[in-house]
């Protein structure tokens, strides 16, 4: 069951107030990892809010309580939960977003207000949150505003659940999620969830998004001296903690990309030729992933390789020092304590439980080989356990279909290298399918300088948002 | 030939006033490396100027011209160059110090006001400069009163070398060595040097210091993508710089400090049973080095062992990373340019020519190795040579001698792990033994916080200045 056609008609029509309204959210800097900025997260949330009102959702803004950042004590933007409908003949969406946004600064290397969005003549609409995720969450406010100006009922319940923390670790969301997941809550009888969050894997294809690996974090801590000590007068008289350190960091990864601690590949099986002719499949070229790098640097040669590095098998990447001289010039000293930082990105079956004794068990073993009189932590400092979902769901059907009306063509199935913890959230309170529906593209930089909408993604993701409810209603179960 | 007793006398009965002159210095915050206290250097040059005038010295003050620091041009601090005496009957000593000091402020952790000489009831003279070398400096000023004031002839002819960028690369001060070691120039005549600012091995054994290792700076630097990546997108996608750093700084050095690059161990020599008995002799073990770097981390329970490694062997640290993730909590970036700093101290006969393109070529090797498309630049920061005196010289021998008059005991011969640039400056432009005499302790922590001089280090030190030129003066050439 297509949309309508005055739906697709409206969005079409109604464009350029569609993009002057994207103008209005994205002059809200709700920066949520700037303290000085949290106010605007808030007041965010009541432009969310009363634009929601204004379409005929019944919403209701949920306190999240109050968290300490940087030291300070801060009150946390409200959730806004929203709904529409309680037809028991009708299947019940929960659809999420995030209103708050990535810091930027027109010195970081901007050539534009970030926060002033500007319509360049090639359609791109740059400024902070077109993508990320502002832009998502005003689709699904086109989607509504049709539906309530022409007065027609959605096709499905919609539950909405839009929050103001994402980019800073969605303090509260958690919690909220689970209680409200519970019988009697504000998401029971939800049956699909879709989140509107990423991004196309190239700038051609849409793409429908089915897994994300998971994370653990760790900091290896090296310390021997009382102080940082003089080179001169120490060197070669004493073990170095950054001679440890490196040492231990050096056993970790190859420069190929494996990871050397005993039984963490081992945990994930190899592809077979089937599941290769899956990536074989996706519209993209390893031309791709160096022209986003930035430069020829990719692993292999061979596409299949480079996208499973990124999907489908585990990754560990070494992120810095802390403690170390890290300045420009040259200091000759031997720093007292160096802690080295470095995560690995899971997919399933791995887990941060499982992965986490054999890294650290790793690491003891190889430090004691070193025979070094310094001491020795680990922390872990995050985890996250990878999602894939079923790709064959009807969630995912209704969305192929969705696509192929918008877009006349089929879409990639992608998973994504890194996290969006909250999907697991869903999928694990909810007990019920979790879609990625992305908007963007993949070269939109959404934590980045210049972030940028197309306008053809913004309108046609519209209509593909729209769609989908349309779909979503007819697809059996 | 000692001193004559009414100089021992006079420095013991003027000690108050010498420690109140040297309070007078101290108060003269004269930190080189700091623009906004440069005017500091130039008011400590006057003070110092003055008092040398006041007590028969006579001066000429070297305009050094300017130099960029920070961004800043700056006039240099003059060098002081002085004179007493021409009688071709006596022997021409060349003695050399520095006005200014490292940068010091209350809030680094100093007990007291770094400018304000604090009297410590056990007798530390506590405050910036106190040691390191404005002690030093009045050491000589004490020995020059006793002879103006009693109207006594020094029994040596003397030259003066004061300067006040010792802390900030001595800017200026190799051009003026070399140009006054000429024939006809100030330094003309000079048949050896004594160079007191470093330190004695210990706390209870006084020393003479007889060699300096060299350094080899270096900065190595991979650069990859064009800009930091997120690593859950490009993780096991792309060579990451930062892996493949690790891997080149971890096969610098191995953890018991053994350097592995080939060649450089080999050109030094072992030491064979007659010079470790010289390591043996030195008043010195293994828990003083534990005390000073402030933990049982010593790389080997033999104090030769250790000694050797700090005077005798080279040694390579790893300072850090510069553009990696330096900071706290967890960031999961690629850093897309990481530059690894690390410098060799180097022992005769290495020299930064011979061994830098060892370092280089291995290096260049090890990187070929990874089949890296990540791209590799090497760059040395800076070099010294390293630099040894001939310990049976006349110099050495009057040192001796004035050493075991003063504290009764035979000193220690050391070499130091660290570089006194000015050193060989001195040694290659005037070709005559140079000889540290060092006043202070090895708690006294020089460019650290608290530093402090005793005051039984400043008065016998400064009978000691005596009473070397005494011995020279005496000793058959
Ligand atoms: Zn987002
Ligand atoms: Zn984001
Ligand atoms: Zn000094
Ligand atoms: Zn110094």
């Known amino acids: 069951m297509p949309a309508p056609a005055e739906f697709i008609k409206f969005i079409d029509s109604n464009a350029d107030a569609f993009i002057q309204r994207l103008s209005d959210a994205v002059a809200i800097p709700s920066i949520s990892g700037d303290a000085s900025h949290r106010q605007d997260v808030f007041k965010m949330a009541e432009w969310l809010n009363a634009h929601l009102k204004a379409v005929g959702v019944d919403t209701q803004l949920v306190d999240l309580g109050k968290h300490t950042m940087d030291g300070e004590e801060l009150p946390l933007p409200p959730a806004i939960l929203g709904r529409i409908g309680d037809d028991k003949d009708k299947k019940t969406v929960l659809i999420y977003g995030h209103f708050d946004v990535q810091p930027a600064n027109k010195s970081d290397g901007w050539d534009t207000d970030p926060f002033a969005l ?27 505003q049709y539906h309530f100006q022409s007065n027609k009922p959605l096709p499905v ?10 980019e800073s670790g969605s303090e509260g969301l958690d919690e909220l999620v689970e209680k409200e997941s519970k019988k009697g809550g504000y998401f029971d009888g939800v049956e699909c969830v879709c989140i509107s969050d990423n991004y196309w894997l190239n700038t051609r294809t849409p793409a ?15 310390s021997g001296p009382a102080r940082d000590l003089h080179s001169g007068v120490f060197g070669r008289t004493v073990h170095e903690p950054m001679t440890d350190l490196i040492h231990l960091m050096g056993r970790l990864v190859d420069v190929q990309g494996k990871i050397l601690i005993p039984g963490v590949e081992e945990m994930v099986d190899v592809a077979g030729d089937e599941e290769r002719a899956i990536y074989e499949s996706l519209d993209y070229t390893t031309a791709d992933i160096e022209q986003s790098a930035g430069a020829p640097i990719a692993l292999s040669a061979n596409k299949v390789d480079v996208l499973m590095g990124r999907m489908r098998y585990p990754s560990l990447s070494l ?9 420009v010039g040259a200091k000759t000293v031997i ?17 941060p439980d499982a992965v986490d004794p054999m890294v650290i068990s790793y690491i003891e073993k190889e430090f004691a080989k070193l025979k070094s009189k310094n001491k020795l932590t680990i922390e872990n400092l995050h985890g996250g356990k990878p999602w894939v979902a079923d790709v064959n769901h009807w969630n995912f059907e209704a969305a ?14 992608t998973r994504e290298g890194g996290s969006i913890p909250v999907t697991l959230t869903f999928a694990e309170s909810l007990g019920v399918n979790v879609l990625l529906l992305p908007m963007g593209r993949g070269d939109d930089g959404a934590h980045s300088t210049n972030e940028k909408l197309d306008r053809a993604n913004f309108i046609e993701g519209s209509k593909l948002l729209g769609t989908y409810l349309y779909e979503i209603a007819a697809i059996a179960k």
């Open 335 to 351: 720093p007292a304590k160096v802690s080295g930082k470095f995560s690995i990105r899971l997919v399933p079956p791995q887990t």
């Open 319 to 327: 992120h810095g020092i802390e403690g170390a001289f890290s300045g």
């Open 118 to 144: 500007t319509i360049l003549p090639d359609g791109k609409l740059v400024g902070r949150g077109s993508s990320d995720d502002k832009g998502p969450i005003l689709g699904w406010l086109n989607v509504l």
């Open 157 to 166: 319940n919609l539950r909405l659940c839009f929050e103001g923390m994402e």
């Open 400 to 413: 192929k279909k969705a696509t192929k009306e918008i877009y006349h063509q089929n879409p990639d199935l």
């Open 208 to 222: 429908l998004t089915y897994g994300l690996r998971g994370l653990t974090y760790f900091k290896l801590t090296v």
